[in-house]
C-alpha cells in the first residue's frame, strides 16, 4: 500500500512495520525554528549501519566502523564542560586532558 506523486517513481509506501520513500533525490526543508527530533536509542545510519549517530537523551555517540574525518574550513571549537578530555583506543585510555581552574593537567593512562 502505499501513495504516488507524478509519473517518476516517487512513492510513499509501508507494509505494517517499515515506511519506505522511494524517489530518485530526497531533498528535505524545515521551516526556521523546526527540529528533527528522532528519539532516544534510535541511530540516524549511514551505508551498512556501521556509521551511525545516536544518543540515549543524556549521551550522543558519533560511532564509525573505520575512519572518521573532520574537514574544517574554519576553526575547530571543543567546549569541555566536564573539563576532561580522554583520547582512547578499543576503550583504553592513553592519557587525558583536565582542564581546571585555568590549569592544564596531562594524565598518563
Known amino acids: 500500500v502505499g501513495l504516488t506523486f507524478g509519473n517518476d517513481g516517487e512513492k510513499i509506501s ?49 560511532h564509525s566502523s573505520n575512519n572518521l574525518t573532520m574537514d574544517i574550513g574554519g576553526d575547530l571549537t571543543i567546549d569541555v564542560d566536564g573539563g576532561d578530555v580522554y583520547y582512547k583506543d578499543d576503550s583504553t585510555t592513553f592519557f587525558h ?13
Open 14 to 62: 509501508g507494509n505494517g512495520t517499515k515506511l519506505d520513500i522511494a524517489a530518485s533525490e530526497l531533498d528535505f526543508s524545515i521551516e526556521s525554528g523546526g527540529d528533527i527530533n528522532v528519539g532516544a536509542n534510535i541511530g540516524i545510519t549511514f551505508g551498512d549501519s556501521g556509521e551511525r549517530i545516536e544518543g540515549d537523551g543524556t549521551d550522543l555517540t558519533i
Open 97 to 109: 586532558v583536565r582542564f581546571d581552574s585555568g590549569n592544564t593537567t596531562l594524565f598518563n593512562g
